[in-house]
């Protein structure tokens, strides 16, 4: 079964440094998400990207963060500069419609 | 906006009980509904899900109607085992717009043998 895979599965960052966390998404999907897990919260939403732009963006998502699809097979979510409150489990989703999501396993980031 | 509510956990039960772990959203329109696991060191799975009043979702012996009267999709398995001891979370999203996941808090299951 087609897979939505995630690297690194963890990292540790200096509070302040640029992370980048990838994805690469089912090959015939054609929307991408960035969701994240705070420890013990729920789920929330960060950002939608389609035809090579978002389509849509929470609050969270602010100009600390920034996505690309650089490749046409790669979908990457950037923090400028991370801090503390910034470490969460990052899911990576894709989806061909509004109903079929595949998550992957998740990168969680410690930010110290 | 739109929101869902799960009961709280965490949720410890015995091998063969019944379950149910309540789901209520608020939306407008007429939202699907998703029912999402998370095993432990793992990513979300799909569960089951509804796209309208009145369907009922089931996968691996878990079901869930969706009630649009009560705005609720409760999750139930008649007789749960050691491996369905995982966290559950409830989801919507819209037809319109960018079809983003609104999540529940999640409701972590523990199934002692």
């Known amino acids: 079964e087609p897979e939505v895979t995630q690297t690194p599965s963890h990292q540790v960052t200096q509070m302040g440094q640029e992370v980048i966390l990838r994805c690469v998404p089912i090959s015939n999907h054609l929307y991408f998400y960035w969701y994240r897990q705070i420890l013990g919260q729920k789920v929330e939403f960060l950002v939608s990207?389609?035809?090579?732009?978002?389509?849509?963006k929470s609050e969270i998502f602010d100009d600390q963060f920034s996505v690309e699809r650089p490749d046409g097979s790669n979908f990457t979510l950037k923090i400028r500069s991370t801090k503390l409150e910034d470490s969460a489990m990052y899911f990576c989703a894709s989806s061909r419609d509004r109903y079929g999501y595949t998550f992957g396993s998740g990168t969680r980031l410690t930010v110290v | 906006g739109d929101s869902v509510t799960q009961m709280e956990g965490p949720v410890t039960l015995s091998e063969e009980a019944f379950l149910t772990i309540n789901c209520t959203y608020t939306?407008?329109?007429?939202?699907?509904l998703f029912w999402y696991v998370q095993y432990p060191g793992e990513g979300l799975q799909l569960l089951l899900k509804?796209?309208?009043?009145?369907d009922k979702g089931s996968n691996k012996g878990f079901e869930a109607t969706y009630r649009k009267e009560t705005t609720s999709f409760h999750l139930e398995k008649g007789s749960v085992q050691v491996s369905d001891s995982a966290v559950y979370f409830c989801?919507?999203?819209?037809?319109?717009?960018?079809?983003?996941?609104?999540f529940g808090q999640g409701t972590r299951l523990t199934i002692n043998p």
């Open positions: 989801a919507l999203n819209q037809l319109q717009g960018a079809q983003k996941l609104v």
């Open positions: 939306a407008t329109g007429y939202p699907s």
């Open positions: 990207f389609y035809n090579n732009e978002i389509s849509e």
């Open positions: 509804a796209t309208k009043a009145d």
